[in-house]
């Protein structure tokens, strides 16, 4: 009778889950900072800036979160290709990254919107260039927006199955979804699916998001809630 | 070290119908201690934001020490801004909020913290430094914010309406403050508000501003003895210079209830003007007396050191000033002679002064 002990081994010896393991932190984590950079500049100037077509792109970029993974699937996979990024960490990162950003650009010009701008307005006249100024003041007053979009962004990416059927077949780059997708078995016509390896690698699987949702809970909490009052 | 200019300053926001600073000109001498006063929508923090570099004028210049800054970016202009909500950074302490201006430049570490101690000593604020903002009270707050500009020795110091925030008898107490030490620092200050009693005690010289336009430029006295046109007249003073109706009949300014007045010399205008009479250039008399007219007394309003008196001349309400013990009870008859050299006299139509 196998052992829970012995099934959790084989998802290592087998399967070659350390290394899902390892891709997963790497490509999620990796879209987060990314995406926490883009997303700071992003939405400080859709909150800041004024110019004539500012609604209408605001618009747009919300418009653009309605679009389903399920229908890009196809053009990303061209787009992909030609550039180059097909299995590789790069194209996995960029595209994960690209596909959270009209929705957290949108999120955290609501929270630069709750930042009031006399803020920066003492930073540029104690001496500050305005990208210092949005770093060394804005930033940290907003630290709770990007909390939320830090959490977001990884599971997302975390989370994501399509894009990594899409986009690699290379052993090498395989991520945790489709370590659990590797455990399914043809035997004799049938396919099976072997629970105990599901189950291992479930629990191993959720707990880097649970110990980064500690890290950040309290950010994320104080900012969910303060963008449903108002700060 | 600084003279700034505003020369033929103007702009317009996009949202609004009228210019919201129309072809300010303004010539504030080195160390001298300017107010901009007026009231709300006047234009007067958008003409300082101009100087600061938070706002771009449409048309006109504006110098400091006769060099053109319109092009310089805030961080280049070497001028510090007190806000009226303050704008102490949140997320730092005290200490560091003060630090902030110092930290782009070359200084050791132990430069600037005898720095930021020399400042806080000034202010009596040094107990303060370990603390954040959210912890302080109002009156601590404006003086980080305060500490945070002088410690920069800036060429120019603007004040956005600093003690709006505090409550009265703190205002008060801290206008004289922030009066001395700017005579000690010497830098150039132009303090905006909306307040004409905070002007009146603050300024060197006060510039009034109304929708946009200056008003009146000059010392306080003179604004207030000599105000340039009616909208002057009455913004300055409490209670304000009475207004009433005139027409001219020979050498006299006959006022609406019958009250002749001697015109004063130069007052050219026959029809359409009228006579400001400030409280105290009003006499009260309880006895008839030649030349003096009667009226009749609404109410009496003892302020202490001196009494109100409100009486009712024909159509219109006169407020007179008048000593401790002059209380006289409603109905009463009263007699009111006018001081020949109070008497001002406005165009009605356009509001400029006469005379």
């Known amino acids: 009778m196998p052992t829970p002990w012995r099934t959790s081994v084989r998802i290592f010896t087998e399967h070659d889950f350390a290394r899902a393991m390892a891709n997963s932190v790497l490509v999620a984590g990796s879209t987060m900072v990314l995406d926490v950079v883009a997303v700071s500049l992003a939405g400080y100037s859709l909150s800041r800036l004024d110019w004539r077509f500012k609604s209408s792109i605001t618009y747009a970029v919300l418009l653009l979160q309605t679009m389903p993974l399920s229908a890009t699937m196809v053009p990303i996979y061209g787009l992909a290709r030609a550039l180059g990024l097909r299995n590789s960490y790069a194209g996995l990162i960029l595209i994960h990254a690209a596909i959270e950003l009209p929705f957290l650009i949108w999120l955290m010009k609501n929270f630069f919107d709750n930042v009031p701008r006399y803020l920066e307005e003492a930073a540029w006249l104690d001496g500050r260039s305005k990208l210092r100024a949005l770093v060394e003041v804005v930033l940290p007053v907003a630290r709770n927006g990007i909390g939320v979009v830090a959490g977001l962004s990884f599971l997302a990416a975390w989370a994501e199955v399509l894009m990594m059927i899409i986009l690699i077949d290379s052993q090498d780059l395989k991520t945790v979804p489709l370590a659990f997708y590797e455990t399914l078995r043809t035997q004799g016509g049938y396919v099976e699916v072997q629970y105990g390896l599901v189950a291992a690698m479930g629990v191993l699987y959720a707990l880097p998001v649970m110990a980064l949702f500690l890290v950040t809970r309290r950010m994320m909490v104080r900012g969910l809630v303060a963008s449903s009052r108002g700060l | ?355």
């Open chain 2, 1 to 355: 070290m600084a003279r700034v200019e505003y020369a033929e300053v103007s702009k317009r926001f996009p949202t609004q119908d009228r210019a919201a600073v129309d072809h300010l000109s303004l010539d504030i001498a080195d160390g001298e201690f300017l107010v901009l006063v007026g009231p709300s929508g006047c234009g007067k923090t958008t003409a300082l934001r101009m100087l600061a570099g938070l706002e771009y004028p449409d048309r006109g210049d504006i110098l400091i020490d006769g060099r053109s800054v319109i092009r310089l970016e805030p961080k280049d202009r070497d001028v510090a801004l007190v806000f009226q909500s303050y704008a102490l950074y949140p997320h730092m302490s005290v200490r560091d909020n003060i630090q902030y201006p110092l930290r782009v430049r070359q200084l050791s570490a132990a430069e600037r913290l005898s720095k930021v101690e020399q400042v806080a000593d000034l202010l009596g604020i040094r107990h303060l430094l370990p603390r954040r903002p959210a912890q302080l009270s109002g009156g601590e707050q404006q003086r980080v914010a305060l500490a945070r500009a002088i410690v920069r020795e800036p060429r120019v110091f603007l004040m956005d309406e600093p003690l709006s925030n505090l409550d009265a008898k703190l205002r008060t107490h801290t206008r004289t403050e922030l009066k001395a030490l700017q005579k000690e620092l010497g830098v150039t200050t132009i303090f905006v508000t909306h307040d004409q009693a905070e002007a009146m005690t603050m300024g060197d010289r006060i510039a009034v501003l109304d929708a946009g336009k200056l008003q009146q430029l000059g010392t306080p006295d003179s604004v207030y003895q000599r105000p340039a046109n009616l909208f002057v007249a009455q913004f300055i003073g409490s209670p304000p210079m009475n207004i009433i109706d005139a027409s001219r009949d020979g050498p006299a300014l006959v006022l609406t209830g019958g009250w002749r007045v001697e015109a004063p010399r130069g007052v050219a205008g026959s029809d359409g003007i009228k006579v400001g009479l400030r409280p105290e250039a009003i006499e009260l008399e309880r006895a008839p007396a030649s030349g003096a007219q009667p009226a009749e007394v609404l109410v009496s309003e003892p302020l202490g050191s001196e009494v109100i008196v409100n009486v009712k001349l024909g159509q219109a309400l006169l407020k007179v000033r008048t000593g401790p013990d002059v209380r006289p009870d409603p109905g009463t008859r009263v007699f009111l002679r006018a001081r020949p050299d109070g008497v001002r006299v406005f165009d009605a139509l356009s509001g400029a002064a006469l005379n």
